[in-house]
């Protein structure tokens, strides 16, 4: 069975800084990993995806995730936040699921907040 | 236009009505999802289907239907609303076999807000 934990529900940080989104993940096999972003009002987009090549990723508008199978983990990052990318993102496992098919599981999602 | 698009955008509709929400993608794609999002419960998949005729349950498929006669179409009915669902639907699709599946991206529609009163 595959899970997926967002470690917080709300992050608030200031214009120009570090984001760090937290998401652990608990998987039976080799899972791929996702971070969609969901604008206000609008449907999701992918931001990057995990497929056991790289363990680091880099996706669009300068983000960034880690795989860290030790630690179960795939942390989203962005040296420095912009105004735009308050949002909510969500962290996506893809794993084996009965019958062949892999199903994505959806974290709760976290809800990014950007201060001027 | 090429894409995955919804209709209605907005729904509101008495309890005990039936209710369908359609999708339609442009792309061929094998596999559709309809998912529910709801504040604290993120996105829950209600059913999934991996091709034309074959439609599995997901997380939350009590009081849905869901048919797919056609790969572009995936229509989800609601056969009796009840105020536990309203919610905001989302459909969303990924692409062929032949992509190993569990590294494909899924594309997702704007969504479609439904009002259960």
């Known amino acids: 069975a595959q899970s997926v934990t967002q470690l917080d529900s709300h992050v608030s940080v200031s214009e120009g800084t570090p984001v760090l989104l937290r998401c652990n993940y608990s998987?039976?096999?080799?899972?791929?990993l996702f971070w969609y972003v969901q604008h206000p009002n609008k449907g999701l987009q992918l931001l990057l995806k995990?497929?056991?090549?790289?363990?680091l990723v880099k996706g669009i508008n300068g983000f960034e995730a880690e795989f860290k199978k030790s630690e179960t983990s795939f942390h989203l990052t962005k040296p420095s936040a912009h105004m735009s990318d308050a949002a909510e993102y969500f962290c996506?496992?893809?794993?084996?699921?009965?019958?062949?098919?892999?199903?994505?599981?959806f974290g709760r999602g976290t809800s990014l907040i950007v201060h001027p | 236009d090429a894409g995955i698009t919804q209709s209605p955008r907005y729904k509101i509709t008495e309890t005990g009505r039936q209710v369908t929400l359609m999708c339609h993608q442009t792309?061929?794609?094998?596999?559709m999802f309809w998912y529910r999002q709801d504040l604290g419960h993120g996105l829950r998949l209600i059913y999934y289907?991996?091709?034309?005729?074959?439609?599995d349950k997901g997380e939350v498929p009590d009081g849905y239907v869901v048919s797919r006669s056609k790969t572009e179409n995936f229509p989800l009915t609601l056969e009796s609303a009840t105020r536990s669902q309203t919610s905001v639907y989302f459909c969303?699709?990924?692409?062929?076999?032949?992509?190993?599946?569990?590294?494909?991206?899924?594309?997702f529609g704007p969504g479609t807000r439904l009002t259960v009163t």
């Open positions: 996506v496992v893809s794993d084996h699921a009965s019958g062949g098919s892999y199903i994505p599981t």
């Open positions: 995990y497929t056991s090549a790289a363990t």
């Open positions: 289907s991996a091709a034309a005729d074959i439609t």
């Open positions: 998987s039976s096999y080799s899972p791929s």
């Open positions: 969303a699709s990924s692409e062929s076999p032949g992509v190993v599946w569990r590294e494909a991206e899924q594309y």
């Open positions: 792309w061929s794609h094998s596999y």
